[in-house]
């Protein structure tokens, strides 16, 4: 599986969550929750809406459309009108870099 070196971990801070696009794959959403960094696919499940402009409360992301919400961690729908769960992405850090391992 490819890796790639997406953003520097200082860049994104605490329960901050932001939008990476990597050429050839889907939208991918990155998360730091208190220092614990995770990704997910950044389409909604549920709709056509960006999870990277979501909020983050208590280790879940709530689609900025109908508020439906998906666990972070292991990308479970967790709040109704989402129920179809979302990929997530390993994540690595080395050093203060932040890489992603994605699927051929």
Do not use: W
């Amino acid at each position: 599986m490819p890796e790639v070196d997406v953003l520097a971990a200082s860049d994104l801070g605490p329960n901050e969550v932001t939008l990476i696009e990597i050429d050839g794959h889907p939208a991918i959403a990155l998360y730091n929750l208190d220092g614990e960094f995770f990704a997910t696919d950044d389409l909604c499940s549920h709709g056509d809406a960006s999870l990277a402009e979501g909020d983050i409360e208590d280790g879940e992301i709530l689609c900025p459309f109908h508020l439906g919400s998906f666990d972070i961690r292991t990308g479970e729908a967790r709040q109704a009108p989402c129920i179809t769960p979302i990929r997530t992405h390993p994540v690595k850090v080395e050093g203060d870099r932040i890489i992603l391992v994605l699927e051929d």
